[in-house]
């Protein structure tokens, strides 16, 4: 077989490689026959680049990009290409790497392939074949399943794009699949009345599902990217017959009125409703709701419960289990959020300093915290009793999170011991914290520092339930005779 040295003897058929350097790195340069098809094809290998300079395409000199090359032009004769490039990559060639890859004409399968994609991942059932496979092992992170007989794609960039363009006429289905929304229900706080609602079409799930996950790149809060998403699901279930860019703000209105208010749901979630539709709004379809008509509920002011001191006292002292004892313990001496303390890990305690750092706590916030010589001593005790690996308080495994339900259930647990009947939660240690610092005299601005308060405001409700000030305050009836 001749190997052909002029673009213009190439037939629509017929490919030539060769490397070459282009701006200081090193590419297969390709020519063959300008023709949409053949120019359709090469656009879908990753780094693909029409170079004015050489006339012709050119793709990255990697064994990834040389793979989607051969995937693509699969019926195509290589004369020994494979072999020579394999070791080429391995070492550097010291003379040009030339060949002729010539193209067959593509001949439609009858065998099923399959394809079920969701935000995440893309899944590829096909029948054993050795081009479609190459095809397939050249994306980055694949992985087969040997279970269920399935190769397991990244969902992203133009790798879906990149299936449906190689596969073509073959696949004889796609699917999206919608165990996502399921999971935002499942998770999600009180999902109400979702029986009697009809199901979501295809297009808003998959709007939802991408308005999830740009909260997620935003670091918005786990509760917060679930309660948005809840939200959104209930509305759009609710107006399943209309479109997304169809609704006007009276719907929203008519929902508020009809839906949320009738069936007396919370004042927070009529605000995260509002909040939820807005954000969402804003981001998928740039478009500002009004929502002055939109009536808010007035914000309730609800007092922080403390705890006794004698009774937190009382109920550390008596905790037997050395774990629990020092993940409430933690959370009470330094007022963390649940939150805070499970995912406090080794490193950020710093012995020397004498100090615990929190990081992207609520707001994305950090901040360092002091710990005394006491709290520093029952540590270390800890930590040579239970050799936790990453995160101060873990799990049943080494190196896994504790769970936020197991930290609340012993919190109950040991608490109920000393009060019985009590409506206490564990975020009322972090309340019990900053009002017993209070009535020791520490001045507020501090307290906002170590809570990690933005505003001052929000620090200045525990004036309202210190005693200590208000104990001093005489009575009228003390001068009575009583």
Not at 3 to 32: V, Y
Not at 213 to 238: G, P
Not at 299 to 305: I, T
Not at 442 to 453: A, F
Request: with cysteine.
């Amino acid at each position: 077989m001749l190997l052909l040295k002029s673009k213009t003897q190439l037939k629509t058929n017929q490919m030539k490689a060769s490397k070459i350097t282009h701006k200081g790195a090193e590419r297969i340069k390709l020519e063959f026959a300008n023709t949409p098809e053949n120019n359709k094809l090469v656009r879908n290998i990753s780094g693909s680049t029409w170079s004015k300079t050489h006339h012709a395409w050119h793709i990255p000199y990697t064994k990834e990009a040389y793979g989607q090359l051969k995937a693509l032009f699969s019926e195509v004769e290589i004369d020994g290409m494979r072999i020579e490039i394999a070791a080429n990559f391995k070492a550097k060639p010291t003379k040009p790497l030339e060949v002729r890859l010539q193209v067959a004409p593509r001949v439609k399968s009858k065998v099923e392939i399959i394809i079920t994609y969701t935000v995440k991942q893309i899944i590829v059932k096909i029948p054993k074949n050795e081009n479609d496979i190459q095809f397939i092992r050249t994306f980055n992170y694949v992985r087969w399943d040997k279970n269920n007989y399935y190769w397991i794609i990244p969902n992203y960039g133009k790798n879906l794009e990149l299936l449906k363009n190689y596969f073509g006429e073959r696949i004889t289905k796609i699917d999206f699949k919608t165990e996502e929304v399921k999971k935002i229900i499942s998770v999600a706080s009180h999902p109400p009345y979702l029986g009697e609602l009809p199901e979501l079409d295809e297009k808003i799930q998959k709007e939802v599902i991408d308005y999830k996950h740009w909260m997620e790149q935003k670091r918005y809060s786990v509760s917060t990217i679930n309660s948005y998403s809840e939200a959104l699901i209930i509305f759009f279930r609710y107006y399943n017959k209309k479109k997304a860019d169809e609704i006007v703000n009276q719907d929203i209105i008519d929902f508020n009125i009809n839906y949320i208010l009738r069936k007396r749901l919370s004042f927070s979630y009529q605000n995260q409703f509002v909040n939820a539709i807005k954000l969402f709004y804003k981001k998928i379809y740039n478009r500002n709701i009004d929502i002055e008509d939109i009536e808010r509920p007035r914000r309730a002011k609800k007092l922080p419960k403390v705890i006794a001191k004698l009774d937190v006292m009382l109920m550390l002292k008596n905790i037997k289990n050395q774990k629990h004892k020092m993940a409430l313990t933690i959370i009470y001496a330094c007022g963390l959020r649940r939150s805070e303390l499970i995912n406090l890990k080794l490193e950020h305690i710093n012995s020397k300093r004498k100090s615990i750092t929190i990081f992207n706590s609520k707001g994305q916030k950090d901040r360092v915290l002091p710990i005394s010589n006491k709290l520093l001593e029952q540590i270390k005790k800890y930590y040579f009793v239970y050799k936790p690996e990453v995160y101060l308080i873990e799990g049943q495994n080494k190196g896994e999170v504790y769970s936020e339900t197991s930290l609340e259930k012993i919190f109950h647990k040991y608490l109920d011991e000393v009060v019985k009947n009590s409506n206490f939660t564990l975020h009322c240690l972090r309340h019990s914290y900053a009002t017993h610092l209070l009535e020791s005299g520490v001045d507020l601005r501090y307290i906002q520092t170590l809570l990690g308060h933005k505003s001052s405001k929000t620090t200045e409700i525990y004036t309202w339930v210190s005693m200590k000030s208000l104990q001093n305050i005489k009575n009228p009836t003390d001068d009575f005779d009583l």
